[in-house]
């Protein structure tokens, strides 16, 4: 019988071998035990978790299956079945761009102490659909943003440009926007987070957004349960709007994560908050970002814009996750993510 414990995986040469013959049943269930999950983003502990079979060999191992007739499997069926499972085990071990569709699950935190669930499907991806991935520094953000909500100054719907303070009688349900969402974890936790406080429109690109929508749909229980008003659409920030949006279609609140990876997007981006963003002084627009080297000047460029456009930061910080790429050696490898929240300097 084939068992593993997380302190001792198991050798190569433990599991059921070609020149045996095992059964397919065997064969599957070894294959099981060779899943290779991406990463998680979650603690250094959580990212450097081991795997149930020493990695040694396993690649030999997959092959001779792959190139095996398995002559002696009772069915076609079955024979697909097998070389099926070892072929997604290869391409799993190929890197995350490799690794084949799949479902993630992400707790996030709420303030009464409750996790919420969210199931999001992740799509195989290539370097021109970044959005099929859940990026770290989205993970990060929807595990902050129960505290970003609590604390001084409250976020209240902006009404005007008067900036009336909020009462119970002229509040209003919260106006939120997500740019470059993505899979739609910091939007949906968002939703689910504020229920029937707020609405949020998630957006992306067009080829982004029917994943992004399937997985508002995947999560319906969640947000039917948190009264969670949430739609999806595309907004492409290389398009200026037009007509410019009036002031009751701006939004309270704009997030973003993760939105920097070309020399033109700081620019889009930030002409994108301009004229969505609500002109009252508790309007918030809501970013984090990861600080790689290379993107070091986007950043840079980004704070600047921000600032140009009249915003100042109200909070900020940094912390580390952990990519679910890894190194070449196969180490979690640990990122460093800016968080920022924005407001409207007063003298605007
Ligand atoms: C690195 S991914 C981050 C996705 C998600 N926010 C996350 O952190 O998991 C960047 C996202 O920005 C979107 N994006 C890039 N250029 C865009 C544009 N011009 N307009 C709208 N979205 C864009 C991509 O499609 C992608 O979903």
Redesign the pocket.
């Known amino acids: 019988m084939i068992s593993a414990t997380a302190d001792e995986p198991l050798n190569v040469l433990d599991l059921p071998q070609i020149y045996q013959k095992p059964s397919g049943t065997d064969l599957v269930k070894a294959l099981t035990l060779l899943t290779l999950q991406p990463r998680t983003f979650g603690t250094s502990e959580d990212a450097v978790k081991g795997p149930a079979v020493q990695p040694t060999g396993v690649t030999r191992y997959l092959t001779s299956i792959v190139a095996s007739p398995l002559s002696w499997l009772e069915t076609d069926e079955l024979r697909e079945a097998v070389w099926d499972a070892a072929a997604s085990r290869l391409s799993e071990r190929s890197g995350r761009t490799a690794m084949p569709a799949m479902s993630r699950i992400f707790p996030v935190p709420s303030s009464s102490g409750e996790d919420y669930t969210l199931t999001l499907h992740e799509p195989s991806i290539t370097a021109d659909n970044?959005?099929m991935k859940?990026?770290v520094?989205?993970y990060l953000l929807s595990r902050r943003l129960h505290n970003l909500f609590g604390s001084p100054p409250e976020l209240v719907p902006s009404e005007s440009i008067n900036h009336t303070p909020a009462t119970e009688e002229n509040q209003r349900p919260l106006r939120a926007l997500e740019?470059?969402?993505?899979?739609g974890?910091?939007g949906l936790a968002f939703a689910a987070l504020r229920g029937k406080s707020a609405s949020i429109h998630l957006t992306?690109?067009p080829e982004?957004v029917p994943n992004l929508a399937h997985n508002a749909a995947l999560n319906v229980e969640l947000l039917t349960r948190t009264e969670a008003t949430v739609t999806t659409g595309v907004?492409?920030?290389?398009v200026t709007p037009n007509p410019l949006p009036a002031p009751e279609e701006r939004f309270d609140v704009i997030l973003a994560?993760?939105?920097l990876?070309s020399p033109n997007?700081p620019r889009?981006l930030v002409d994108t908050i301009g004229p969505w963003l609500s002109r009252g002084l508790d309007a918030r627009v809501v970013a984090e970002m990861p600080l790689r080297d290379a993107y070091l000047p986007q950043v840079q460029e980004f704070r600047q814009r921000m600032v140009d456009l009249g915003l100042a930061v109200v909070a900020e910080g940094q912390e580390v996750g952990y990519d679910d790429w890894e190194s070449a050696d196969g180490d979690a490898l640990a990122v460093k993510c800016w968080w920022s929240v924005w407001g409207w300097c007063e003298k605007v």
Do not use: R
Not at 235 to 238: A, G, I, P, Q, T
């Open positions: 970044l959005g859940t990026w520094s989205s740019l470059g969402s993505g899979t974890l910091v992306d690109l982004i907004l492409d920030w290389s994560a993760d939105p990876y997007h889009w």
